[in-house]
């Protein structure tokens, strides 16, 4: 399994990204897929994560900020996000298994390479 990330980058406190993540290979039997973020210095932490059947969970402070979505057909995952902090700069990267996703992530579980998302001040 591959998964590919794009559409971090730089933006403003209050402003929108909208991450991508496209798999390919063998992904079948890949329930969970989700987003993990890791800041400089700080422990890699699960943002958002959503199961093959569509069902969501997020982390708290990214709650009602934050939207994770799949396109089965396209093998792709989203993570919109919005009303960004400073706080929110970090490595994203997209992560995939065929277990329920871990707080820090499993080491066996799929990653992509990580995207940066850095918020000005």
């Known amino acids: 399994v591959q998964l590919v990330e794009s559409g971090g980058g730089l933006v403003q406190t209050g402003g929108s990204l909208r991450l991508s993540c496209a798999a390919s290979?063998?992904?079948?039997?890949?329930?969970?897929m989700g987003w993990y973020r890791q800041a400089p210095g700080k422990q890699r932490e699960l943002v958002a994560a959503?199961?093959?059947?569509?069902?969501?969970n997020y982390e708290d402070s990214v709650k009602g900020r934050f939207a994770i979505s799949r396109d089965n057909a396209k093998n792709t995952l989203y993570l919109q996000m919005n009303s960004l902090k400073p706080e929110d700069t970090a490595v994203y990267y997209c992560?995939?298994?065929?277990?329920?996703?871990?707080?820090?992530?499993?080491?066996?579980?799929?990653w992509g390479q990580g995207t940066q998302v850095t918020v000005s001040s």
């Open positions: 992560a995939a298994d065929g277990v329920a996703l871990t707080r820090v992530g499993r080491n066996g579980a799929y």
């Open positions: 290979g063998s992904i079948f039997g890949l329930n969970a």
């Open positions: 959503i199961t093959i059947g569509g069902s969501t």
